[in-house]
């Protein structure tokens, strides 16, 4: 369980010639076999792919016929709503099939397109108007004609025509009198945005808002549409525009009942507010007689507001503008004009071709019933089959490029490609264990990299392995055995990293000779360790990066990117001379055999007294030791009383002067045996002088009695 060595032994026994001959007569059996079945296939492909060939005609005919039955199939879908929704059915129903792809032909749009635009005017207006299939023809013709004037939207001219009705309050109770004034109001509406400025969605809008106020003020359609246009161009467009002649009519309307102080400025202002009231009189001619108004702007605005006094401004000072507007558009067939010029382009005209060969569509569909979805499900059928032949036509290549395989051949290739194989493997598991990683180009880098990692995975994870139950083992047991798992385990773990190492160092080399790649690994390795030598050698580069990271940080928290990179660049830059500045304290401490502390008290001192340590030191010789008391020589306090006068320490006397006249022998013999100078003299002078004065001092306070 615990050994050292792992080792993995194959052997190979056996005649090789033999063994050869015996896969060669069983690749000649196989080759056979091969060849046989490839027969088969080939025989199976060829029926397989007329069967293709008869799917894909099929499908084709799928195809076409779905296309030619399209159009039948929307118009049925359409036609099944209608009904749905009106109730018509049988010959009624038929009869709108009829009309909408009459209007398909006749307009270019598709039929199922009309029926749609059917259910809108069945939708908006009134479900009767199924029951009058001519009404509902007609209709259907007004919403085709006015959707060429709107890019062929058959939807929006739809909603522009119902919302005029509606907000007029057109009676559907007589569906063609009803169509009668559709097509009117259609006329109307093309010819105002042809004079004026604002399109048929704008008047959509507009109507939404007025137009129900327009009817109960006695205002008719083509004034009120005039009042739209001149509002356009004052800048109230659409909505807006109807909201404000909404509001003025609503005004003009209250005769009587406005404020009293409003009726008391009117009547002042020579206005009859009965004339204002009276309905038989065009809104025009209502309008008319507040133009005092625009002399008297507090009135004006006293009087309709100040969110209407624009709007009442501009109709009141354009009354000739609405009459001119209202006789331009009235009595007119401006949207059926409009129509037939855009039904002459190229596109129109292409339509309407279009549209005929879709009603013949429409016409076989009706024949043909559900022929159609009986195809469709057919072919549905054969699709998964035709799909599944070019794989069994693959499989069939792929036998026949096995049968022109000379697998004999190629025997002799691969014993030899195994042999050197095998010399390669014995090669480079020799540099992996002994850790010399020579260069083998990139392919060979490669495959020792890999081997690397394999025997890293076997031998090194095993090693680590048994190297950590030897310790488990040497932690409970004691003595010499506890010594023998342990020296175990050191080996295992030694061992583990060895083969770590080694598989790192493989990689590594085959990473490195990959073309291109090992150059660009090479440069960012270089100018990671530039970058590292500038951060840890250069002050301001550091403070820069510092301040940077600090900026980067500060913007994801959201505070201030230009607070935190000074606050760290001046915070790096201070940290940086502090370091040195006790890197330097403590040389010169060591220098003069101080402590670090000793020596920044001394420095503060010499600086207070204006010279350097060196001067300090030699003037204040107890200075080193902090002695401020002459008795106290190593921190030991001397006595100064009691104490007999030939017993006194010398050295305290010394230092004191003592109380009588002392004579003091100190011998120097070798103090200084050999001094060696670099350099010119004048350049060590200094040095010179405080190495004596350190020496000195130290004699000098080791002097004992003689």
Same mark, same amino acid.
């Given at each position: 369980?615990?050994?050292?060595?792992?080792?993995?032994?194959?052997?190979?026994?056996?005649?090789?010639?033999?063994?050869?001959?015996?896969?060669?007569?069983?690749?000649?059996?196989?080759?056979?076999?091969?060849?046989?079945?490839?027969?088969?296939?080939?025989?199976?492909?060829?029926?397989?792919?007329?069967?293709?060939?008869?799917?894909?005609?099929?499908?084709?005919?799928?195809?076409?016929?779905?296309?030619?039955?399209?159009?039948?199939?929307?118009?049925?879908?359409?036609?099944?709503?209608?009904?749905?929704?009106?109730?018509?059915?049988?010959?009624?129903?038929?009869?709108?099939?009829?009309?909408?792809?009459?209007?398909?032909?006749?307009?270019?749009?598709?039929?199922?397109?009309?029926?749609?635009?059917?259910?809108?005017?069945?939708?908006?207006?009134?479900?009767?108007?199924?029951?009058?299939?001519?009404?509902?023809?007609?209709?259907?013709?007004?919403?085709?004609?006015?959707?060429?004037?709107?890019?062929?939207?058959?939807?929006?001219?739809?909603?522009?025509?119902?919302?005029?009705?509606?907000?007029?309050?057109?009676?559907?109770?007589?569906?063609?009198?009803?169509?009668?004034?559709?097509?009117?109001?259609?006329?109307?509406?093309?010819?105002?945005?042809?004079?004026?400025?604002?399109?048929?969605?704008?008047?959509?809008?507009?109507?939404?808002?007025?137009?129900?106020?327009?009817?109960?003020?006695?205002?008719?359609?083509?004034?009120?549409?005039?009042?739209?246009?001149?509002?356009?161009?004052?800048?109230?467009?659409?909505?807006?525009?109807?909201?404000?002649?909404?509001?003025?009519?609503?005004?003009?309307?209250?005769?009587?009942?406005?404020?009293?102080?409003?009726?008391?400025?009117?009547?002042?202002?020579?206005?009859?507010?009965?004339?204002?009231?009276?309905?038989?009189?065009?809104?025009?001619?209502?309008?008319?007689?507040?133009?005092?108004?625009?002399?008297?702007?507090?009135?004006?605005?006293?009087?309709?507001?100040?969110?209407?006094?624009?709007?009442?401004?501009?109709?009141?000072?354009?009354?000739?503008?609405?009459?001119?507007?209202?006789?331009?558009?009235?009595?007119?067939?401006?949207?059926?004009?409009?129509?037939?010029?855009?039904?002459?382009?190229?596109?129109?005209?292409?339509?309407?071709?279009?549209?005929?060969?879709?009603?013949?569509?429409?016409?076989?569909?009706?024949?043909?019933?559900?022929?159609?979805?009986?195809?469709?499900?057919?072919?549905?059928?054969?699709?998964?089959?035709?799909?599944?032949?070019?794989?069994?036509?693959?499989?069939?290549?792929?036998?026949?490029?096995?049968?022109?395989?000379?697998?004999?051949?190629?025997?002799?290739?691969?014993?030899?490609?195994?042999?050197?194989?095998?010399?390669?493997?014995?090669?480079?598991?020799?540099?992996?264990?002994?850790?010399?990683?020579?260069?083998?180009?990139?392919?060979?880098?490669?495959?020792?990299?890999?081997?690397?990692?394999?025997?890293?995975?076997?031998?090194? =994870?095993?090693? $680590? &392995?048994? *190297?950590?139950? #030897? %310790?488990?083992?040497? @932690?409970?047991?004691?003595?010499? /055995?506890?010594?023998?798992?342990?020296?175990?385990?050191?080996?295992?773990?030694?061992?583990?990293?060895?083969?770590?190492?080694?598989?790192?160092?493989?990689?590594?080399?085959?990473?490195?000779?990959?073309?291109?790649?090992?150059? =660009?690994?090479? $440069? &960012?390795? *270089?100018?990671? #360790? %530039?970058?590292?030598? @500038?951060?840890?050698?250069?002050? /301001?580069?550091?403070?820069?990066?510092?301040?940077?990271?600090?900026?980067?940080?500060?913007?994801?928290?959201?505070?201030?990117?230009?607070?935190?990179?000074?606050?760290?660049?001046?915070?790096?830059?201070?940290?940086?001379?502090?370091?040195?500045?006790?890197?330097?304290?403590?040389?010169?401490?060591?220098?003069?055999?101080?402590?670090?502390?000793?020596?920044?008290?001394?420095?503060?001192?010499?600086?207070?007294?204006?010279?350097?340590?060196?001067?300090?030191?030699?003037?204040?010789?107890?200075?080193?030791?902090?002695?401020?008391?002459?008795?106290?020589?190593?921190?030991?306090?001397?006595?100064?009383?009691?104490?007999?006068?030939?017993?006194?320490?010398?050295?305290?006397?010394?230092?004191?002067?003592?109380?009588?006249?002392?004579?003091?022998?100190?011998?120097?013999?070798?103090?200084?045996?050999?001094?060696?100078?670099?350099?010119?003299?004048?350049?060590?002078?200094?040095?010179?002088?405080?190495?004596?004065?350190?020496?000195?001092?130290?004699?000098?306070?080791?002097?004992?009695?003689?």
């Amino acid at each position: 369980m615990f050994g050292n060595v792992l080792t993995f032994t194959i052997n190979v026994n056996g005649d090789a010639n033999n063994t050869v001959t015996q896969i060669e007569q069983s690749i000649d059996s196989l080759t056979k076999s091969v060849g046989n079945t490839s027969s088969h296939l080939s025989k199976m492909g060829e029926h397989l792919l007329k069967f293709n060939q008869f799917t894909q005609y099929i499908q084709n005919f799928s195809s076409a016929i779905d296309g030619a039955l399209q159009p039948g199939i929307a118009l049925n879908a359409s036609l099944s709503d209608l009904q749905s929704i009106t109730g018509v059915s049988g010959k009624g129903l038929k009869e709108i099939e009829q009309y909408a792809r009459d209007s398909a032909r006749a307009f270019g749009v598709d039929a199922a397109q009309s029926v749609e635009g059917y259910k809108l005017i069945l939708s908006q207006l009134s479900p009767e108007i199924a029951k009058v299939p001519e009404a509902l023809k007609g209709m259907g013709e007004n919403i085709a004609t006015l959707s060429k004037t709107m890019g062929g939207n058959t939807t929006a001219a739809a909603e522009v025509l119902t919302t005029a009705m509606n907000q007029f309050g057109v009676s559907t109770e007589d569906p063609i009198r009803a169509t009668e004034i559709m097509t009117r109001m259609m006329n109307v509406m093309a010819a105002a945005a042809k004079e004026g400025s604002a399109e048929l969605p704008q008047i959509k809008q507009a109507l939404e808002q007025a137009g129900m106020a327009a009817k109960g003020a006695n205002v008719s359609f083509e004034e009120t549409n005039a009042a739209i246009q001149v509002l356009d161009k004052a800048g109230k467009k659409g909505a807006e525009g109807g909201v404000a002649l909404r509001n003025i009519m609503a005004i003009i309307g209250k005769g009587r009942f406005l404020p009293q102080d409003t009726l008391d400025g009117l009547q002042a202002a020579g206005i009859s507010v009965e004339e204002l009231g009276n309905k038989n009189l065009t809104l025009s001619q209502r309008l008319s007689l507040l133009k005092p108004l625009l002399n008297d702007t507090a009135l004006l605005s006293k009087t309709f507001g100040m969110e209407n006094q624009n709007a009442a401004i501009a109709l009141i000072s354009q009354t000739q503008e609405v009459d001119r507007y209202t006789n331009a558009i009235q009595g007119t067939n401006a949207a059926t004009e409009q129509a037939a010029v855009v039904m002459e382009n190229y596109r129109e005209r292409q339509a309407r071709i279009k549209a005929v060969f879709d009603d013949m569509k429409i016409s076989l569909f009706n024949i043909t019933g559900d022929m159609g979805i009986w195809t469709g499900v057919l072919m549905q059928s054969l699709i998964p089959l035709a799909q599944i032949i070019p794989l069994i036509s693959g499989v069939a290549s792929g036998f026949k490029l096995i049968k022109s395989i000379e697998f004999t051949k190629y025997i002799g290739y691969m014993s030899n490609a195994l042999k050197w194989a095998r010399l390669n493997l014995v090669y480079m598991n020799n540099d992996l264990i002994t850790g010399q990683l020579v260069h083998l180009g990139f392919i060979g880098n490669v495959v020792r990299a890999t081997l690397a990692i394999g025997r890293f995975a076997t031998v090194g =994870i095993w090693s $680590a &392995i048994k *190297g950590l139950g #030897a %310790l488990i083992v040497s @932690l409970i047991t004691g003595g010499a /055995t506890s010594a023998t798992f342990a020296a175990i385990s050191s080996g295992a773990f030694a061992t583990f990293a060895a083969s770590a190492r080694v598989a790192c160092a493989a990689v590594s080399k085959a990473i490195f000779s990959i073309p291109i790649i090992g150059w =660009i690994a090479l $440069a &960012i390795a *270089g100018i990671a #360790a %530039l970058f590292i030598f @500038l951060y840890k050698k250069v002050d /301001t580069f550091r403070a820069v990066m510092n301040g940077i990271g600090a900026a980067i940080k500060a913007l994801f928290k959201g505070e201030s990117a230009s607070e935190a990179y000074n606050n760290a660049y001046v915070k790096t830059l201070d940290e940086t001379a502090r370091k040195r500045s006790e890197e330097a304290d403590k040389e010169e401490a060591e220098r003069r055999g101080m402590s670090v502390e000793e020596y920044r008290r001394v420095k503060k001192e010499a600086e207070g007294a204006g010279v350097t340590v060196d001067e300090y030191l030699m003037k204040n010789p107890t200075a080193r030791y902090g002695l401020s008391d002459p008795t106290i020589i190593g921190g030991t306090t001397m006595p100064t009383e009691g104490v007999p006068e030939p017993v006194q320490n010398n050295a305290t006397a010394a230092a004191t002067g003592g109380t009588r006249n002392t004579q003091i022998t100190i011998s120097f013999e070798s103090l200084v045996e050999n001094m060696n100078f670099n350099g010119k003299f004048s350049e060590s002078i200094e040095q010179l002088k405080g190495e004596i004065e350190g020496a000195l001092t130290k004699v000098i306070f080791a002097a004992q009695t003689l």
